[in-house]
């Protein structure tokens, strides 16, 4: 057995028991934005869309998406962030359609009672509206979906992974669009975190959860 498949097999499966009623889904940023003609377009959000639809409509009143919004200008960015935007200013809010920002289309239906929740970073739990609604669900548990493996999903597992939250992330219905990337993030970077983050793909996920 090669020594990436050691290290992930630490981290797979659920080790920490049966997942409870207090689960939570949390779907990163599968948006038009990030699937459609911009410069952060990428093939992998339609790959993963149907497996993330079949999760969503397990349990839609349980599942919180997020959207990542782009501000409008430059200057409304804080920092560092500024610099980010200028060499991404092809994807600021005053220069594309703002229905890009929403949700894919087969997505859409499952809201309400599915909830989004806007952030303007990576991680979730920079948006007050996001602990807000995971402490209205009283969640312990937090599923993810989404993209991508290892910007967004990975900021925001690492924060609910620093806030006690049981955090297991859906293999095949997570994704990148640096391949490279995502493979370092489920080889190397979450398997890092054996006592606190679980990895299981989506069958094993429908099969555990009943919510």
Known sequence: ??????????????????????????????QRL??????????????????VRR???????????????????????????QIYYRHWKSVLASNIDHDLLDLLPPLRPFVPPARVIDKYVHSAFEAQAF????????ADTIIFTGVETDVCVLATALTAVDRGYRTIL????????????HAAALD????????????IDTDTLLKAWSP
């Open 34 to 51: 990030f699937a459609e003609e911009t410069e952060w377009a990428a093939p992998v959000v339609h790959a993963i869309e149907p497996t």
């Open 55 to 81: 999760i969503v409509a397990h349990a839609p009143h349980l599942t919180l998406f997020t959207r990542f919004l782009t501000p409008e200008h430059v200057e409304d960015a804080k920092g560092q962030w």
């Open 131 to 138: 602990q807000d609604a995971l402490d209205e669900l009283s």
């Open 170 to 181: 859906v293999s095949d219905a997570i994704a990148s669009s640096n391949k490279a990337s």
């Open 188 to 199: 190397g970077i979450y398997p890092r975190f054996d006592q606190q983050v679980e990895l």
């Open 1 to 30: 057995m090669s020594d990436t498949l050691e290290t992930r097999n630490a981290i797979t499966g659920l080790r920490f028991g049966a997942i409870g009623k207090r689960a939570v889904h949390v779907c990163i940023d599968m």
